[in-house]
């Protein structure tokens, strides 16, 4: 489940008094999600999203987030855009912490054995024109999530690592190895970049009628080379359940993320590297996760071999782009 924040319905009257969407009439929790606490609320002008922003989410990133979304918004991309408040900032505060309305969007995310080539075919062009009309938001924001963050969550896992998934200290080290030889070469190196998502899963990007109906959760979002974002979503779509690899799914993406935005010799040169680096950053993140949650029913921690058998997969079988 995902709501932290337990509010009631005064709560939320008075949170929409700062609002033109109109008198609230019945509110419900979104048991999806892992990080921040949401709430379909419904008016007498319409159904809204109300996501109150928990510990990971810093306020001194919200006007990139929040901005990115209503600047894609502009350019036609169907994100989860944000509703002004009557002063037009887009966003407030709700029992001490930040809170954001926005638009509810029709439609559903798409479990890992259930995704069809034709979904990741439309995911791979929705990605590249969301790269492609980034272009023109001003605000910068770096990843949070870099090589360095990487590194410091294994420093805090690697002794117990072994205790989860026999092998993996080797194979981890052997990656880290090799991407602190590229990492460097990285900034010498003019490839294209901008705003991105970061994480664009399949629960992420909702689908009606077999078309993508909108995009949400841009609260990884950063400025970051786009090949590295298009690797973390190959690696999130072309993987079944299992963490089995599936060809036509991959063929798919990249055939329709090219159709937007060609790759240039550069991008494919480290395309490899970069799957196993986004590979690499979900392990990281995840395994710290697994190793440090509360055990509790709240939140259930993903499953500590799933990207670890990816990074098997891509060193095994380097990509031909």
Not at 298 to 315: C, G, M, N, S, T
Request: proline fraction near 4%; aromatic fraction near 12%; hydrophobic fraction near 40%.
């Amino acid at each position: 489940m995902a709501v932290f924040t337990t509010l009631d319905s005064q709560d939320i009257q008075n949170f929409l008094t700062d609002y033109n969407i109109g008198q609230l009439q019945r509110f419900e929790g979104i048991l999806s999600g892992v990080e921040n606490t949401n709430y379909h609320i419904f008016t007498d002008m319409g159904r809204y999203v109300l996501t109150v922003h928990e510990g990971k989410v810093s306020e001194r990133d919200l006007p990139f987030f929040l901005g990115l979304i209503q600047h894609l918004s502009a350019q036609g991309v169907p994100t989860c855009s944000i509703v002004p408040r009557q002063d037009d900032k887009l966003y407030g505060h709700i029992k001490g912490k930040t809170a954001a309305i926005s638009v509810f969007l029709d439609g559903q995310g798409t479990k890992p054995d259930d995704i069809t080539a034709a979904q990741c075919e439309a995911a791979g062009e929705m990605l590249a024109e969301m790269h492609e009309k980034s272009d023109g938001f001003t605000i910068k924001r770096p990843n949070q999530m870099n090589f360095n963050k990487w590194q410091h969550l294994w420093m805090q896992c690697e002794d117990r690592a072994e205790g989860v998934v026999a092998g993996q200290v080797e194979l981890i080290n052997d990656v880290f190895t090799d991407l602190m030889g590229l990492w460097p070469m990285l900034f010498a190196k003019d490839l294209p970049k901008g705003a991105v998502h970061c994480d664009f899963f399949p629960d992420n990007v909702f689908f009606k009628d077999g078309a993508i109906s909108g995009v949400i959760d841009f609260y990884y979002a950063c400025d970051e080379i786009f090949i590295y974002d298009l690797a973390l979503t190959v690696n999130a779509w072309c993987f079944n359940g299992a963490a089995e690899f599936i060809a036509a799914r991959f063929d798919a993406m990249m055939a329709g993320y090219q159709r937007i935005r060609p790759l240039n010799d550069d991008e494919r040169e480290i395309f490899g590297e970069m799957l196993q680096a986004s590979a690499l950053r979900i392990q990281m993140t995840r395994l710290y996760d697994y190793l440090n949650h509360p055990g509790d029913d709240v939140v259930i921690p993903h499953d500590p071999r799933a990207f670890l058998k990816r990074i098997q997969y891509w060193r095994a079988n380097p990509p031909c782009a």
